[in-house]
């Protein structure tokens, strides 16, 4: 049985997503050694005062998204570096985990510009994009690697009036405040993925050569009536990040 820390609060993430984040950061940050072995689902029990089925369901994030090893008579590894490619792995399941990684890396944003949501990116973008938008760049790093491992624009629709000039920049996730400061509510959130090369000012931000391959993230917000509120552009350096994806299948 579960529990009862593994029941998300309302506002927080569910324990196991918790613990998964708690693990993950360990892992990236070298607390364990690559190759050695992991401690046991009783050990993780005892440390951080969970049942078995929230090490478990935090252990499987770790093990789709490639950090850990999971091998019946033999226990849990932790994965060397150059199995996982170096690169940071980003959990993508759920709303919760995309909060998962603004809080596992730093970024302070800075004023971008304003007027007209740039037509590269709108036209990429099914919905409504018209009105005057406002953006913000910041540059996202690992806590445990001084080399950026993103350039983000978030851009503001003007409906959501003054809320936008109350955005803490140096508190890092914005979609978060947004929410509170407008008083407004996740519905939907799309995103589109895509290799592209880098141009020299994305290249610039992220300390590469201009051309070097990047991924790129374009993820829009939608209100509970389906209205664009805001739009985030990511550009993530192709060499350290990669997304993880876990799927749980109808049994």
Request: with cysteine.
């Amino acid at each position: 049985m579960a529990d009862a820390a593994a029941k998300p609060a309302k506002g927080s993430l569910p324990r196991y997503l918790q613990l998964a984040g708690d693990l993950r950061e360990d892992i990236l940050a070298g607390r364990f050694s690559d190759g050695t072995q992991f401690p046991t689902e009783t050990a993780l029990c005892e440390r951080y005062e969970v049942s078995r089925f929230t090490v478990r369901e935090a252990l499987k994030r770790l093990q789709a998204e490639g950090l850990i090893a999971r091998k019946r008579g033999s226990g849990t590894i932790v994965q060397p570096a150059s199995a996982r490619g170096g690169a940071l792995h980003q959990p993508l399941s759920n709303i919760g985990e995309l909060l998962q990684y603004s809080r596992d890396s730093a970024v302070a944003y800075a004023p971008h510009a304003k007027g007209k949501l740039p037509r590269e990116i709108a036209v990429q973008i099914a919905e409504r994009t018209d009105g005057t938008w406002r953006s913000f760049r910041g540059v996202r790093r690992h806590a445990s690697d001084a080399l950026p491992i993103a350039v983000t624009d978030a851009y503001f629709h003007e409906s959501l009036g003054d809320a936008i000039d109350r955005l803490d920049l140096d508190k890092g996730t914005l979609f978060s405040q947004i929410e509170q400061l407008a008083g407004v509510g996740i519905g939907r959130v799309t995103q589109d993925i895509q290799a592209v090369a880098a141009d020299a000012e994305t290249a610039a931000a992220l300390e590469m050569e201009k051309g070097d391959p990047v991924l790129r993230i374009l993820r829009c917000y939608l209100d509970p009536a389906g209205k664009l509120y805001e739009i985030s552009v990511s550009h993530h350096p192709g060499d350290r990040f990669a997304y993880a994806m876990h799927i749980d299948l109808d049994s």
